[in-house]
């Protein structure tokens, strides 16, 4: 019974901190108050997969 609850849990808060990587560059734009806040987390949602599509929304997220 134990097993069960804790690998639940640990698994919710893996995915969690999982999803939070995932998005990060959107969470960037976001805490910077990016203008084109948007048009990354659209390339970040779409192309993030490809980690080529992440690090440009990454690089683009923190650049001026």
């Known amino acids: 019974m134990f097993d069960f609850f804790f ?8 995915f969690a ?15 910077k108050h990016r203008r084109n806040t948007l048009a990354i987390f659209l390339l970040n949602f779409f192309l993030g997969w490809t ?7 990454l690089v683009w997220s923190v650049k001026k």
Do not use: D, K, N, R
């Open 7 to 14: 690998g639940g849990i640990l698994g919710l808060i893996s």
């Open 17 to 31: 901190i999982s999803l939070a990587f995932y998005f990060l560059p959107t969470i960037i734009a976001l805490a």
């Open 51 to 57: 980690f080529i599509g992440w690090v440009v929304a």
